[in-house]
C-alpha cells in the first residue's frame, strides 16, 4: 500500500457536482490541505467556467488549501502541481519518455494532452481565503472530440500511450506525494527550484511557438519562464514577457 503525506486530508467522493465547488464548500472549515477525488462529477468546468465531461474512469480531483502568501506568489503553485503529476506518471508507469509539461498548466504525452490543471481561489487584495488546484488525467479514455476547445492539442490517455492501467485512487496516491515533495520545496526555498525543475521538462523550450490571448497574438522563441511564471518569447518585436495565454505549437 502508498503511502500517504503528512499533514493532507483526503476525502473520496462517488458523486459531486465538480471537486473544485466542493473545495469552495469545506474550505473554510479545514485544519490542513486536502484532496477531494470524484469518481463521477456531475458539472466539471474547464478553464474560463467552460464545461468538461469527464469519462468514467479518468481521473479528477482537487487539493483545497488556505495558503499564507501573496496572490501572486499562491499562483506559482500551477508550476508545483504540474511537476507533481508528471513524477505521479513516473511513479506509476515507470517512465518518463514522451512526458512533457506545456506552459502554464498542462502536462503532455507524446504529443498530446494527458493532463489539465485549474487554479481557483477566493479571496481579495492580499489574503486569500483558500486556493484550489484542480487536476484532471486521462487514466484510460480521451475525452470526445466535440467537448474540447478549437484548437486544442489533441487528448491522450496513459492507457493508450503507455499500456498501463491506473485506478483514480493509485493515481491519487502517487500525486499527493509527489505534490508534497514539491510543496515542501516550494516553501522553503521558493520558485526559483521549482522553475528550474519544470524547465527541465518543458515542451517545446528553444523552439518557436505561438501565444494567443483576448488581445493579441505573439509568435517567436520560447526563451524560458521567468521569476514570476511569465512565459518569456523572442520575437520579431524583441523579447516579450506574457502572463497568461493559450500556446500553439
Given at each position: 500500500?502508498?503511502?500517504?503525506?503528512?499533514?493532507?486530508?483526503?476525502?473520496?467522493?462517488?458523486?459531486?457536482?465538480?471537486?473544485?465547488?466542493?473545495?469552495?464548500?469545506?474550505?473554510?472549515?479545514?485544519?490542513?490541505?486536502?484532496w477531494?477525488?470524484?469518481?463521477?462529477?456531475?458539472?466539471?468546468?474547464?478553464?474560463?467556467?467552460?464545461?468538461?465531461?469527464?469519462?468514467?474512469?479518468?481521473?479528477?480531483?482537487?487539493?483545497?488549501?488556505?495558503?499564507?502568501?501573496?496572490?501572486?506568489?499562491?499562483?506559482?503553485?500551477?508550476?508545483?502541481a504540474?511537476?507533481?503529476?508528471?513524477?505521479?506518471?513516473?511513479?506509476?508507469?515507470?517512465?518518463?519518455?514522451?512526458?512533457?509539461?506545456?506552459?502554464?498548466?498542462?502536462?503532455?504525452?507524446?504529443?498530446?494532452?494527458?493532463?489539465?490543471?485549474?487554479?481557483?481561489?477566493a479571496?481579495?487584495?492580499?489574503?486569500?481565503?483558500?486556493?484550489?488546484?484542480?487536476?484532471?488525467?486521462?487514466?484510460?479514455?480521451?475525452?470526445?472530440?466535440?467537448?474540447?476547445?478549437?484548437?486544442?492539442?489533441?487528448?491522450?490517455?496513459?492507457?493508450?500511450?503507455?499500456?498501463?492501467?491506473?485506478?483514480?485512487?493509485?493515481?491519487?496516491?502517487?500525486?499527493?506525494?509527489?505534490?508534497?515533495?514539491?510543496?515542501?520545496?516550494?516553501?522553503?526555498?521558493?520558485?526559483?527550484?521549482?522553475?528550474?525543475?519544470?524547465?527541465?521538462?518543458a515542451?517545446?523550450?528553444?523552439?518557436?511557438?505561438?501565444?494567443?490571448?483576448?488581445?493579441?497574438?505573439?509568435?517567436?522563441?520560447?526563451?524560458?519562464?521567468?521569476?514570476?511564471?511569465?512565459?518569456?518569447?523572442?520575437?520579431a518585436?524583441?523579447?516579450?514577457?506574457?502572463?497568461?495565454?493559450?500556446?500553439?505549437?
Amino acid at each position: 500500500m502508498m503511502d500517504w503525506p503528512e499533514g493532507y486530508g483526503k476525502r473520496i467522493l462517488d458523486e459531486v457536482d465538480s471537486t473544485l465547488d466542493e473545495a469552495a464548500r469545506i474550505a473554510a472549515d479545514l485544519s490542513g490541505p486536502e484532496w477531494i477525488l470524484a469518481k463521477r462529477q456531475t458539472k466539471g468546468r474547464g478553464r474560463r467556467g467552460r464545461a468538461w465531461k469527464e469519462p468514467q474512469g479518468n481521473f479528477a480531483a482537487t487539493l483545497v488549501m488556505r495558503p499564507t502568501e501573496p496572490p501572486q506568489v499562491v499562483a506559482l503553485r500551477s508550476f508545483v502541481a504540474a511537476l507533481a503529476v508528471y513524477d505521479a506518471c513516473e511513479a506509476l508507469t515507470g517512465r518518463t519518455e514522451g512526458l512533457a509539461l506545456k506552459w502554464p498548466n498542462d502536462v503532455l504525452l507524446n504529443g498530446g494532452k494527458l493532463s489539465g490543471i485549474l487554479l481557483e481561489s477566493a479571496g481579495a487584495g492580499q489574503g486569500l481565503s483558500h486556493l484550489a488546484i484542480g487536476i484532471g488525467v486521462n487514466l484510460v479514455e480521451t475525452p470526445m472530440k466535440e467537448w474540447l476547445d478549437p484548437g486544442a492539442v489533441w487528448p491522450v490517455s496513459l492507457l493508450s500511450e503507455t499500456g498501463v492501467q491506473v485506478t483514480p485512487e493509485d493515481f491519487l496516491n502517487a500525486l499527493a506525494l509527489a505534490y508534497a515533495r514539491y510543496e515542501h520545496q516550494f516553501t522553503t526555498y521558493g520558485f526559483d527550484p521549482i522553475r528550474t525543475a519544470w524547465l527541465a521538462r518543458a515542451a517545446k523550450l528553444g523552439e518557436v511557438i505561438t501565444a494567443r490571448t483576448n488581445k493579441s497574438e505573439t509568435t517567436g522563441t520560447f526563451e524560458t519562464v521567468d521569476a514570476e511564471g511569465n512565459l518569456v518569447l523572442n520575437s520579431a518585436k524583441g523579447r516579450v514577457c506574457i502572463p497568461a495565454a493559450e500556446i500553439f505549437f
